[in-house]
T-cell receptor, first 111, second 118 residues
């Protein structure tokens, strides 16, 4: 699975969009980009995933660049409950098993 | 509701007293796994199971045992706990899926078990 790079932390004002970047320059053609988050000491929670097209669900949007070397997770209207560590993980579609969590991005949403 | 259930949520014990942390999932998932999370070290996999009666070591298996007698249950056993096993533990499960367009290789995690070994 390709390595990812994320900023260690970022702040966001409540009600504003939070844009979380992730670099994955060594991603290969069959690897997906997954996002999970972990609210303080709770179990990690799946947010969204994508291959090359932009994706949206009830939690977030995922924008993947055309060359697939980077992506951005967008929380459209951040709330205080979105304060968490966000993990960007790249893995093949036929990969399963251990998730390789990096350090992630600590997002703090402020009133 | 799809969920992974761990028990207990909190546990304080003493060195050497055997304990079991239970994990159960209701999604008919083949794959189950245990992680531990420690400050500065992130999430590390302890053991995993690809299906009933099939288990294997993860990155940090020393001091732990597991069993998979039923598909839904995957207990973590500490035969002789030591203080260095004080940690936050998570159980996870997922489908074991192969290549398919739009495959959702999603892992579902339990709420966690905070263990303190004195």
């Amino acid at each position: 699975d390709a390595k990812t790079t994320q900023p260690p932390s970022m702040d966001c004002a409540e009600g504003r969009a939070a844009n979380l970047p992730c670099n994955h320059s060594t991603i290969s053609g069959n690897e997906y980009v997954y996002w999970y988050r972990q609210i303080h000491s709770q179990g990690p929670q799946y947010i969204i995933h994508g291959l090359k097209n932009n994706e949206t669900n009830e939690m977030a949007s995922l924008i993947i660049t055309e060359d697939r070397k980077s992506s951005t997770l967008i929380l459209p209207h951040a709330t205080l409950r979105d304060t968490a560590v966000y993990y960007c993980i790249v893995r093949g579609a036929d990969s399963w098993g251990k998730l390789q969590f990096g350090a992630g991005t600590q997002v703090v949403v402020t009133p | 509701e799809a969920q992974v259930t761990q028990n207990p949520r909190y546990l304080i014990t003493v060195t050497g007293k055997k304990l079991t942390v239970t994990c159960s999932q209701n999604m008919n998932h083949e794959y189950m796994s245990w992680y531990r999370q420690d400050p500065g070290l992130g999430l590390r996999q302890i053991y995993y199971s690809m299906n009933v009666e099939v288990t294997d070591k993860g990155d940090v298996p020393e001091g732990y045992k597991v069993s998979r007698k039923e598909k839904r249950n995957f207990p973590l056993i500490l035969e002789s706990p030591s203080p260095n096993q004080t940690s936050l533990y998570f159980c996870a499960s997922s489908l074991r899926v192969g290549w398919a367009r739009g495959t959702k290789n999603i892992q579902y995690f339990g709420a966690g078990t905070r263990l303190s070994v004195l």
